[in-house]
């Protein structure tokens, strides 16, 4: 067997409804793990998993929204209950409310705060808890939280998406640290996307072009794309395959670490 191979894994994805996510969940599925689509979005959200199930994956759809508390606890004894355990929680449900700092409005900034920090701090609590020795699945396992390429470089028009996306970093690397210390058998790590044409990417360019940064959508992708010494976007497969490794036992001895998946843009 692979050390890539995730047969008997068992895999929650937040933000799994579509974009990154989506592709992140169908990846892990691809390669051999059982699945639980988590997002606000139920329609599509079941659409997911109903779709990886008639492709034989052992695969559900649970409502989870990540800034509440009671909605993970359900949400992870749910996966935990449908999968027979659980050794995989990507933390990928995020937003991303464009602002030049000059003008941001709090409750924007509030907002990104709840689900990309909080979010994400609730998903590493519970899925340690759920994870390390005694917990409701108990066997250890990995944890991939999804940051940003704004975690690495300065783009304007992103302050506050960059800041949460840098917290979510250093979330990862002090979960890393107590994990290891403690004994959980979980490793924690992150991801840095390049812009990727999701919904969510997608809406970045248009704000750009809005906020008077660039002068058309099309100069502010060719920005990036000239910012990207592998020349192009990325693609939600680029993402889905670094989660995949960072999943697996390929990654056994990587812990703490964040990844940059961007083409180059970030370094
Ligand atoms: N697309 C990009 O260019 C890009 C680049 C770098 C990082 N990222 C990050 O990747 C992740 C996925 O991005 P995407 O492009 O697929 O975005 P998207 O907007 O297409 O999808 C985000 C998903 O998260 C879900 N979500 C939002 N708030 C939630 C909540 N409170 N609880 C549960 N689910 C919630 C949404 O319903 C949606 O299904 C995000 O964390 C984003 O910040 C994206």
């Not at 000239?226 to 990325?234: E, I, K």
Request: charged letters at 20%; glycine letters at 14%.
């Amino acid at each position: 067997m692979s050390v890539f191979d995730l047969a008997g894994r068992k895999a929650l994805v937040t933000g799994g409804a579509r974009g990154l996510g989506q592709g992140m969940a169908e990846a892990l599925a691809r390669n051999g793990a059982s699945v639980v689509v988590a997002d606000l979005l139920d329609v599509e959200g079941a659409a997911v998993a109903e779709q990886l199930a008639k492709e034989g994956v052992t695969a559900g759809f649970v409502h989870l929204d990540v800034t509440d508390e009671a909605s993970w606890e359900a949400g992870i004894a749910e996966a935990a209950e449908l999968l027979g355990g659980l050794d995989v929680l990507v933390n990928n449900a995020g937003v991303e409310i464009s602002a030049l700092i000059s003008e941001f409005r709090p409750e924007d900034l509030r907002t990104m705060l709840e689900v990309n920090v909080l979010g994400t701090a609730l998903g590493i609590k519970h899925g340690l808890r759920a994870m390390r020795p005694g917990g409701v699945a108990g066997a250890g396992g990995s944890i991939v939280n999804i940051s940003s390429v704004a975690a690495t470089i300065a783009f304007p028009g992103i302050s506050g998406y960059s800041a949460t996306k840098s917290a979510v970093d250093r979330l990862t690397r002090v979960a890393a640290a107590e994990a290891g210390k403690l004994g959980y058998g979980v490793r924690v790590n992150c991801v840095y996307p390049g812009l990727v044409p999701t919904t969510m990417g997608n809406q970045l360019a248009v704000d750009m072009a809005e906020l008077g940064l660039f002068p058309s959508v099309e100069e502010a992708v060719g920005t990036v794309v000239a910012l990207t010494p592998s020349g192009r976007l990325g693609e939600v497969a680029d993402m889905a395959d670094a989660v995949v490794f960072l999943a697996s036992d390929a990654a056994r001895f990587i812990t703490g670490a964040g990844l940059p998946v961007d083409g180059g843009m970030g370094s």
